[in-house]
């Protein structure tokens, strides 16, 4: 066999020397020897002390080995018989998976950790501590391509929303804007609460659920700031939090279950702000209000997709899993039956901006436009359940038992 | 009966890679258990007194153990080493622009070395100079005294002070040479390699006459069956620098003998007789 031999020339380990020798032994077949030439002062002396911490054999020929004619490099200054540490590291590695989402493993192991899917990981490693690690319960086939869509619909606070543009309202009806926006913002910061909180324990092999999970956190970060600052846009003060509306949301954070928060906050409670946003978009008393909550809706609809499309695969493999979800309902219920419910001004500022001012009749009107809002969270919530496989009189029973917070 | 080991926590990794050794060493069905010291030298005491069983001892603790040893009638024995415990080299580098390009050119100048108990940065590259009849002013950077250059703080003082210009060449492992130029201590192309010591030994795992003879073979086995390939052993291995461990040998430390005699560090009793050594 002809020996492998690399000419270093003038570089030595302080110039990367051994990411060439590196390479070169990889390249070796089986029982062969690379021999090293090179003009480096230290390349004998380093070779020996890495050799040495790699494992590999290193034989040092006192004046040089010749070379054929035409080599470039001169003599052989040094032959390494590689050791068998670095097969020995691999030996037992295995793919995490692929990196397609369709290679997705039904349960990735704890070791595996923060490891890239399919990348080769090395055996060993401490275990990481992620308790979600059940493809059944984190997964949805439509994580990817909602991730993508989110990734390409981000949009950026400053510029999305015409900040100065000029408008006047009364100040009773710009008091009632700051009172919805309040009552927003708390809420908001539930919904990026959950999942951050969920987030944080899903084995990162279902990559396209965490990142999805991140940018609805991100979604509900960037809600915060433009409710905050349309809140302060002719003011400083805020509205109120009542303590009913706090209990009800504080409610939604002591669910532990993936499935089950996933249910409670995104299917139902940001399914019933889907209609709140709609309800701002048609009755916001100014243009920068409107701008806020057509945002806003179009990025938790999205967030409703995913809840929707993974309890719905959930739903469709276990028929028993529909029991679980009715028990959330009905705990969360019973939880939340001794509060007041929602904050009585946030229900009143939503009727004075449906009514456009304080006249009887206008007043009139609004209620009833706050009463429809109402009905039709109601049966947005019902054909939710009903896309889960609840019989439709089990869906309304349980659309009527969510928090009359909405969220 | 526990076979019990001495080390010394020079290091915090220390505690990791022995706690590791212990819990793999007692599944696989050695009573096995170790206790730490804060130096060398009451190590050594100790293994000759037969507190412990075994000693994982640096080089320099190796000799005194020796001599303490057999000055005692108990004559001692390396059981292992690691794989980069053999053939070490200890160089002298200079400054690259230095104008020294022979031993000789080094009269009378100032050396950088480490600890003054350092077989590589101290007694073994200090003894190469004066059998090549350099006679320098050794200058020591003491980082770590009593942990027989474990700390390779020395060194990289050493290398620093050199590169500043506070002394004329350094001392310092090979292995050291290649971490310093690697990391950027020694910047590419700043200092040259002067001259090198012949290959000597590093550490081993000195056993004491007194210790249970059964329990140690199998100390000895298990350590040498340790496998690269064993996912909860390597990161154990990697921590304290080794792919293998092998059988020991003494035959790697004539030339420290002959720097601890002509320092007079210790006696041939084995007796701590350096002056200003205070671990």
Known sequence: MTPRITDLAGIGF?????????????????????GVTGTHDALVVHLAAWCRREGHALTVPPDGDPVEPGTPGGPVRAWIVPGPATRMRWAGGERAGGVDPSQVVSRP???????????????????????????????????PALYAQAAARQWDPATAIEWDCVFELPAEVEAAVVQVMTYLVENEQAALVVPARLLARVHPHFREVTQLLAVQAADEARHIEVFTRRATLRGEELGTSSAGGRASLTSLLAEPDFSLASFLLSVLGEGTFLNLLSFLGRYAPDPVTRRIAALAHQDEARHVAFGVAHLAEQSRRDPAFRGRLRGAIERRHDVLADTAGINEDVLDALTLLAAGSW??????????????????????????????GFPADEATELSALHTRNFM | MTLLMGAVAYDAKVVTIWSGFRAWLRRHGLPFDFVLYSHYERQVEDLIAGRIHAAWNSPLAWVRARRLGEARGEPVRPLVMRDTDCDLRSVVVVRADSGIDTVADLKGEAV???????????????????????AVEARLFQVGVGLHGDHVGGERDAARALLAGEVAAACVLDANHLLFTQEGT???????????????????????????????????????????????????????????????????????????DATGFYDASGRVTATAYDP
């Open chain 1, 14 to 34: 302080d110039q990367g020397a051994q990411v060439i020798l590196r390479r070169e032994l990889a390249l070796l077949p089986p029982g062969g020897r690379l």
């Open chain 2, 186 to 260: 020694l910047p590419a192309g700043s200092t040259r390699i002067l001259t090198m010591t012949d290959p000597y030994d590093h550490c081993n795992m000195t056993i004491a006459t007194s210790a249970p003879s059964d329990l140690v073979e199998e100390f000895g086995a298990l350590l040498t069956g340790m496998s690269y390939a064993d996912p909860e052993v390597r990161p154990l291995l990697d921590l304290e620098g080794l792919t293998e461990w092998r059988p020991g040998r003494a035959t790697g430390y004539a030339a420290l003998e002959a720097a601890v």
């Open chain 1, 109 to 143: 192991a704890a070791h595996w950790g923060l490891a890239a899917r399919g990348a080769l990981v090395e055996p060993g490693g401490p275990p990481a501590p992620f308790d979600l690690d059940r493809k059944e319960v984190v997964w949805a086939d439509l994580a």
């Open chain 2, 112 to 134: 950088g070395a480490g600890a003054v108990d350092s077989p590589q940065a101290t007694l073994l590259p200090l003894r190469h100079l004066r059998e090549l009849g350099a």
């Open chain 1, 359 to 388: 006249s009887p009749r206008a007043i009139a009107d609004g209620h009833a436009a706050v009463q429809r809002l109402q009905a039709e969270m109601f049966d947005g919530r019902r054909n939710r359940l009903v896309r889960l």
